[in-house]
């Protein structure tokens, strides 16, 4: 071989087919380390959203401490028309801050949409909430996957009102920790469906659930759609309510129902990641671990149980 055929063959360039199997093998790669690396940061994400969550329930030991009772919520100044009229909700009389202007069942909007650009809502939202001065921190009212905009009614809970995402059991407010320990029914509630839809929970009259800190649920990852980005941006979990199941979120098998993880703060105040069908709504969440609500999926509203669980305001209205 002389010194030019040496010469060409150090300096000749790669083969067609070579270039193919070097792109093939770094299609591979993307295709196995790219869903892998979205994993992990969707599992961050939940893990802050926890973190965040957690440091709200410390905020409210801080408000329980100096209180007695847990901070107010939207629906127990709405129920107080069980016991005679609805009371006002102007901002700064529950735990997140918001207003509304419900009055019986005639609504007028608060804010202004979208919710996210609206003045009076940023400046309430959460620092006129009744447990800010403990937390001192905007940032942990939100997951750090609910992106602020227009609320979509999708699996992924997408659009959030930028100020809180997060809401708290709605029937509990200014009830002291010690009297959730347990409920007697006073009528039955039969049927209740659980999450998924394939089970149902019966109560009867006369029937005590024993409630243990470490399962009963108090603060919840709401979905911005219902209603936490649309006509209530309050932070108030009611039986209507749905939670978001955007962390882990993986399509149904066969056609079925996608589902996802959702963050939950219980009255102990751990945190839990957990697995839910997408839309899982408040009534199952509640029928799961036995606390009544108001509006079941079929029947008249349970005023009877709702009326003993919550707590009765002594008037006169403070503001």
């Known amino acids: 071989m002389n010194k030019h055929h040496r010469c060409w063959s150090r300096a000749r360039g790669f083969t067609l087919l070579e270039v193919l199997i070097v792109v093939a093998v770094v299609a591979l790669l993307v295709a196995i380390l790219v869903p892998a690396l979205s994993g992990a940061r969707d599992q961050a994400r939940s893990m802050v959203c926890r973190s965040n969550m957690k440091q709200l329930m410390n905020g409210m030991s801080f408000y329980i401490a100096d209180y007695q009772v847990l901070p107010g919520t939207h629906s127990l100044f709405f129920f107080q028309a069980l016991f005679g009229a609805a009371w006002s909700r102007p901002s700064g009389v529950t735990w997140d801050g918001a207003r509304d202007r419900l009055v019986g069942l005639t609504f007028n909007a608060a804010y202004t949409q979208p919710h996210d650009l609206d003045p009076e809502f940023i400046a309430h939202v959460p620092r006129k909430g009744t447990i800010f001065k403990y937390t001192k921190q905007e940032k942990i009212y939100t997951c750090p ?175």
């Open 145 to 319: 996957s609910d992106k602020p905009g227009k609320a979509e009614d999708t699996a992924l809970g997408g659009g959030g009102n930028g100020r809180l995402g997060y809401s708290l059991n709605a029937y509990i407010g200014y009830k002291a920790p010690e009297h959730l320990q347990s409920f007697t029914y006073v009528a039955a509630s039969p049927d209740n469906r659980l999450p998924g839809g394939l089970k149902k929970r019966s109560f009867t009259a006369g029937q005590r659930v024993v409630f243990s800190p470490g399962s009963f649920m108090v603060l919840f990852e709401e979905h911005p759609f219902y209603h936490m980005n649309t006509s209530f941006p309050e932070g108030n979990f009611n039986c209507l309510d749905r939670i978001a199941t955007r962390h882990m979120l993986k399509g149904g098998a066969k056609g079925g129902v996608p589902e996802g993880r959702t963050s939950i703060v219980f009255l102990d105040g751990h945190a839990e990641s957990r697995l839910y069908p997408a839309k899982t709504m408040g009534r199952e969440l509640f029928a799961e671990f036995g606390q009544p609500h108001v509006w079941r999926e079929s029947g008249p509203p349970d005023t009877a149980n709702m009326a003993a669980f919550l707590t009765r305001l002594r008037g006169p209205c403070p503001w």
